[in-house]
């Protein structure tokens, strides 16, 4: 049965996830409210992107059976990969960047710093996003962390 958007009223198949129309969510966010062990699910799953926090609640019960705490730990681990091979990529780019005489220095720290803000700020939301109790997913990151944190 089809269902039409209460936005815009666009119709829809009623197993759509977004109205095609206007994009609204027609689905309620699924939110953690639970508790894991002695903290609640939302704050677990911040400090998972804390890194060393994530590491344990991957090895420790109950967290490790968590599927928010999990998922949570998985995108964190998975940024930090991220974040470890784009530090690498900037190291050669500005290697041959030093080479262009002036120029070269300036752009190798602006490109350094576009970059680091741009880190901070995709942190910053999902630290945020956890906190709210949502399964926030970066692309590529997050359906990595989705399949980790349902899978085993
Ligand atoms: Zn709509």
Redesign the pocket.
């Known amino acids: 049965m089809p269902i039409s958007?209460p936005?815009?009223?666009?119709a829809m198949p009623n197993a759509a996830a977004y109205?095609p129309?206007?994009?609204?969510a027609m689905r309620p966010v699924e939110r953690a409210r639970g508790t894991v062990g002695a903290l609640p699910e939302t704050l677990a799953g911040a400090l998972a992107y804390f890194l060393l926090p994530a590491i344990v609640f991957l090895l420790v019960k109950p967290y490790n059976q968590n599927r928010f705490v999990r998922f949570h730990s998985f995108q964190s681990l998975g940024v930090c990969l991220v974040v470890l091979v784009v530090g690498a990529l900037l190291r050669v780019v500005g290697f041959v960047l030093f080479f262009i005489p002036a120029l070269g220095p300036l752009l190798v720290g602006l490109v350094s710093m576009v970059v680091i803000l741009a880190f901070i700020v995709v942190w910053a939301v999902l630290v945020v996003k956890a906190l709210q109790g949502e399964m926030f997913k970066l692309p590529v990151v997050g359906e990595f962390a989705e399949r980790k944190a349902t899978g085993d």
Do not use: P
């Open positions: 958007c936005q815009c009223a666009a109205c129309g206007c994009g609204r």
